[in-house]
């Protein structure tokens, strides 16, 4: 079963920097596909940001930039000009065609 | 319109009962999920259905089982349901099995 380990357990960053967090993964497949999503307390999952693992250009989206290292396996999310509303559990996601894999989470505390 | 709703959002019950969960997409996509969210905030996919037949089934105990009545439903049924079983339990949905998935708000289970 693939594996994906996001290795900061909380991270933290001040109001209007740039902060970034680690995500990597195990993988035997070549073509699959790669997430960011944000869980803020309200619950709810959102996308921050896709990645497909056959385009070598770094997915953006607006404030949001992957580093997509595919030989390395590793997917890191870059947050620029942090907001409060930034602050959530960021989960890591691996989508093969069979297996679906999450991380386990890094929570983002932003200062003001 | 909500995009994924589930029913009920949150559910005390006593140890040995049987649940169901219910999830609805009105976004016409053909697959859907159930993950598990234990307290810890860890995500584990549990099912996936695409139009309806099952495409992702983790080792859950047997007492989980999905049911999919058509593309746009898919709901969770719980027998005897134990102390480990508490957990925020999500429905996801995506256009087809390897996109960007929707999720609902969560269901918050209990078991005492």
């Known amino acids: 079963a693939q594996t994906v380990t996001q290795s900061q357990p909380e991270m933290s960053v001040q109001e209007a920097e740039t902060v970034t967090l680690s995500c990597t993964y195990d993988t035997s497949e070549s073509d699959y596909y790669l997430f960011w999503y944000k869980q803020p307390p309200s619950r709810q999952m959102i996308l921050v940001i896709r990645?497909?693992?056959?385009?070598?250009q770094n997915a953006t989206e607006n404030r949001f930039s992957v580093n997509f290292q595919k030989a390395a396996k590793s997917f890191s999310l870059k947050i620029s000009d942090s907001q409060l509303g930034d602050a959530a559990m960021y989960f890591c996601a691996y989508r093969g065609w069979t297996d679906m894999r999450f991380g386990a989470g890094t929570r983002l505390t932003v200062k003001p | 319109d909500t995009a994924v709703s589930q029913t009920p959002k949150y559910l005390v019950t006593q140890m040995g009962n049987d649940k169901s969960i219910k999830c609805e997409q009105n976004l016409g996509h053909d697959t859907m999920y159930w993950y598990k969210q234990d307290s810890k905030k860890f995500l584990k996919i549990m099912f996936s259905y695409n139009n309806k037949e099952l495409i992702i089934n983790e080792t859950v105990p047997n007492r989980f089982s999905p049911k999919s009545p058509d593309k746009a439903h898919l709901n969770l049924h719980i027998n005897s349901l134990e102390l480990g079983d508490s957990a925020v339990y999500f429905c996801?949905?995506?256009?087809?099995?390897?996109?960007?998935?929707?999720f609902g708000p969560g269901t918050r289970l209990l078991v005492l």
């Open positions: 996801a949905s995506s256009p087809r099995t390897r996109e960007t998935q929707y």
């Open positions: 990645q497909e693992a056959y385009k070598q």
